[in-house]
T-cell receptor, first 110, second 112 residues
Framework: NAGVTQTPKFQVLKTGQSMTLQCAQDMNHNSMYWYRQDPGMGLRLIYYSASEGTTDKGEVPNGYNVSRLNKREFSLRLESAAPSQTSVYFC?????????FGDGTRLSIL | LAKTTQPISMDSYEGQEVNITCSHNNIATNDYITWYQQFPSQGPRFIIQGYKTKVTNEVASLFIPADRKSSTLSLPRVSLSDTAVYYCLVGESMDSNYQLIWGAGTKLIIKP
């Protein structure tokens, strides 16, 4: 039972490069979320998708775009990476609460 | 925008009961309160969820007063493996947007 799978697990980018983080869930959940977690900090919501075909901004959406490809998959794209986007990115899914999290993508931008 | 407040850190000893409180003003009528545990290099993991009064499962209890403006996570007889960061999460609806407000987390250190 995989739960929430995130790829890649680690990535290093140069400033200005673009990248898409992938997330897939096998629990048939309607809602999916993208968070970022900076060192020693709590989670901040970037975007969420309450159901297939809908997406909404969270607390810190600037610099990111998302796509809810189907019910299983929710991707996060950085169009022009900046050092301030260095963080650990978590994807989660739920039917309301509780949320189930992936193991994260550790992203460094030089 | 509602805000959740937790202690930044707590220490305790093996075998003790630990209580971590989260304050959450402006909680919406239909919102649940959920607590998560996070170990280094892992995603948060669900511990317990409640709406009011008391909820208990195999690992923790959750106490919520009548006004629901706070909640207390209780971990009975902690062990070294309970050292982690604990987060409370309260869902909040604002206009047509659904805002999820996470606390900053409480770093719990269990000593032998």
């Amino acid at each position: 039972n995989a739960g929430v799978t995130q790829t890649p697990k680690f990535q290093v980018l140069k400033t200005g490069q673009s990248m898409t983080l992938q997330c897939a869930q096998d629990m048939n959940h309607n809602s999916m979320y993208w968070y970022r977690q900076d060192p020693g900090m709590g989670l901040r919501l970037i975007y969420y998708s309450a159901s297939e075909g809908t997406t909404d901004k969270g607390e810190v959406p600037n610099g990111y775009n998302v796509s809810r490809l189907n019910k299983r998959e929710f991707s996060l794209r950085l169009e022009s990476a900046a050092p301030s986007q260095t963080s650990v990115y978590f994807c989660a899914s739920s039917d309301y609460q509780p949320q189930h999290f992936g193991d994260g993508t550790r992203l460094s931008i030089l | 925008l509602a805000k959740t407040t937790q202690p930044i850190s707590m220490d305790s000893y093996e075998g003790q009961e630990v209580n971590i409180t989260c304050s959450h003003n402006n909680i919406a009528t239909n919102d649940y309160i959920t607590w998560y545990q996070q170990f280094p290099s892992q995603g948060p993991r669900f511990i317990i969820q409640g709406y009011k009064t008391k909820v208990t499962n195999e690992v923790a209890s959750l106490f919520i007063p009548a006004d629901r403006k706070s909640s207390t996570l209780s971990l009975p007889r902690v062990s070294l493996s309970d050292t982690a960061v604990y987060y409370c999460l309260v869902g909040e609806s604002m206009d047509s947007n659904y805002q999820l407000i996470w606390g900053a987390g409480t770093k719990l250190i269990i000593k032998p």
